[in-house]
């Protein structure tokens, strides 16, 4: 099982589009210090500053290549290697998102790392320095990667489709978003469901029990339900 | 050993492979013919757990597929030479089968050198690939795990003649060390030069399965006369079964005394007539698999 994750860990970034996107995400966090540093007023360049907009790159990104760890398989048709040498397909799924989590955490671990050189350049270059970060936030911030990763690479298992996949992630959950708000009837369950709101208060440092319950259940609809059907999808589906 | 028991794949009401039997022994090569679409792939898709049988088995070594625990290491598998990730390297798509398999990702530039493939190509995305590079890497990778069985789907296509040969050098030696190989083509004389075993294969059907010699002494008798017209006549009169071949002879199912005889005790002309041999058995490949 650990074979099998580091496998899909190497699988992530050793083509050519994966490669790209992992560039991509480190030059857009670097990019964000860069900004804050250029723009921002003095006492907004602390270390939480840094973090917390610091994150945005890999969240919106690093889901795009939990996308294409499922999607792949079936567009470039490597599933027949893999699942020949793997014949046990869950092994295979179960070690993707092991990945997903992995890189999750390298992702938030590197964004600290950025974040605290920017925060000593701001510092020197006469901005606030302040080192306070609330643990809760790194924790968050965690969180924040990890679910938006696992909600792509269940968005990816359940379609199998690279363009399909990566649409329906980053529009479904708006369209419902205006949907559950136009229509009346839908407005408590949208409050529920909506990821987009549901994840806003992981930003904030005093995030409370009844934020956490809107949260995992739109995780539940949102992350797990794709993740389950997806995984039985690339469990059942012959592969040719 | 590749033993293949009653195999069966219904999609709907349509049977892409009906009740296929057959077995590979260790130290031979065995040629699974048939025209595309015949149900190879299928079959091949079964052997290696990939389709789900609607009924019947196949086992390697007595194990089904799915069972074998790293099967990378006791079977090559080749079903598809071009469904590789195009944007990764030669080396690294064999570096990755090595980590599955627990072989040393070292091993992967000695697998690439194995089957011609130089440093060059190594460091090529598999995008750039021709077809004939992607074989080779397909067979690398089937290799690679040192396996004492290997499965290949068409493995000689995009091939040059060169290739071609250096490949049937390469399964041949494979069977002599006590391999097991199962390769498919819809090329009869691809196969006959390395395989001892045929087994034929059309609309899903085994049509015909033996030793490569057997089939090919049972493929009937060429014979081809001054006047064709009259040799039909002949053929037919003495009721022997015969069918056209493609140079204006025929192809008769009957020892070569016979037809010589019926000929002498006509006057008609002969100026062929002897064992048909793989032309013969191409003939009825064609006619087994119509």
Known sequence: MIRLTVVELRKLSDTRAGLWLLILIGLGTAGTAAIQLGWSPD??????????????????????????????????RTALTTFALTPARLRVIAAKVAAGVLVSAAATAATLLLSAAANLIGAATGGDGGWHLAGTLIWQGLLTELLFVLMGMGFGALLLSSPLAIVAYFSLPTLWGILAETIRPLRAAGRWLNVGVTSEPLSSPHMTAG???????SALAWIALPLLLGGWRMF????S | MITVENLTKRYGSHAAVDDVSFTCPPGTVTGFLGPNGAGKSTTMRMICGLTTPTTGTATIGGVPYRRLGNPGRLIGVLLDASAQHGGRTGREVLALAALVMGVRTSAAGPALERVGLDASAARKRVRRYSLGMRQRLGLAHALIGDPT????DE???????EGIFWMRGLLRDFADGGGTVLLSSHLLREVEAVADHLVVIGAGRVVASGTRDELLSTAGTLVRALDPAALRDLLDRAGLSFSPATDGGFVVTAPAETIGRAAAAAGVVLLELRPA?????????LELTR
Not at chain 1, 211 to 217: I, M
Not at chain 1, 236 to 239: D, G, I
């Open chain 1, 236 to 239: 059942r589906k012959e592969v």
């Open chain 2, 155 to 161: 493995p000689a296509n995009g091939l040059d003649p």
């Open chain 1, 211 to 217: 934020q956490y319950g809107h949260l995992a259940v």
């Open chain 2, 149 to 152: 069985v290997l499965v290949l």
């Open chain 1, 43 to 76: 006492e907004e360049l602390r270390f939480a500053d840094f973090f917390a907009f610091g994150l945005l790159p890999p969240t919106v990104l690093l889901p795009v290549l939990g996308i294409l760890s499922m999607t792949g398989e079936w567009s470039q």
């Open chain 2, 277 to 285: 041999g793989a032309g013969g058995l191409e003939q009825k490949f």
